[in-house]
Structures are given as structure tokens and as C-alpha cells.
Nanobody, 119 residues
Framework: QVRLVESGGGLVQAGGSLRLSCTAS????????MGWFRQAPGKERESVAS????????YYGDSVKGRFTISRDNAKNTVYLQMNSLKPEDTAVYYC????????????WGQGTQVTVSS
């Protein structure tokens, strides 16, 4: 079992920045692919970014490319999402998720952290 705890959400004005953090329990963090997802009210969950276990391969959703950066510190069991140039449409609950090596799906999820961007 993997426990994920997100932090760093909050209220920010459009154009501002936030950094989300997600810390995982256990000793196998360095073998997980980690992802950030978001869900706004009335909308489907959206994949925001993901990063492979080694940190050298990343993926970004089209809506955040060039503005968000995902990174990880395996020594701290933590993955980050640096969000710059925030827009009101980035408002959502952001979730951290883990995919174990060899798995095709993200099986472990955090409780989510609210990000609200005011115009």
C-alpha cells in the first residue's frame, strides 16, 4: 500500500505561481511513475503531468505545456508540480498518483489539494 499526501494548494491571482508537493510512504518510491491529475467541477479528470521513476522522461498535457514543470526528489519520496502563469481555467482539485513498475494504471491516489486561480 502506498500513501500519498499532497500539499501546496491555495488561492492565487491569475499570472501567479504555486508549487504542489506530494510525499509518498514506503521504500519503493524511486521505482514509481508519478503523475499529477486535476478535476474541475462538472468536468472529467484530466492528466496534467507525469514523470518516470528515473526523472528523465516527463509528459505534459497540452493545456499546461510551457507553464507547469514536474520534478521529483527520490531521496525525499516527493514529487513536485511547479505551476507558473496560472490561469483561472487551472482552477481544480489537483491529485497526485503513483503507478508501480510494470503496471498500466495509476493505482494509488492522494486526497487532493484545491488550487483556485482568481481573475
Amino acid at each position: 500500500q502506498v500513501r500519498l499526501v499532497e500539499s501546496g494548494g491555495g488561492l492565487v491571482q491569475a499570472g501567479g505561481s504555486l508549487r504542489l508537493s506530494c510525499t509518498a510512504s514506503g521504500r519503493a518510491f524511486s521505482s514509481y511513475t508519478m503523475g499529477w491529475f486535476r478535476q474541475a467541477p462538472g468536468k472529467e479528470r484530466e492528466s496534467v503531468a507525469s514523470i518516470m521513476w528515473s526523472g528523465d522522461t516527463t509528459y505534459y498535457g497540452d493545456s499546461v505545456k510551457g507553464r507547469f514543470t514536474i520534478s521529483r526528489d527520490n531521496a525525499k519520496n516527493t514529487v513536485y508540480l511547479q505551476m507558473n502563469s496560472l490561469k483561472p481555467e487551472d482552477t481544480a482539485v489537483y491529485y497526485c498518483a503513483a503507478r508501480t513498475r510494470g503496471s498500466l494504471r495509476f493505482a494509488y491516489w492522494g486526497q487532493g489539494t484545491q488550487v483556485t486561480v482568481s481573475s
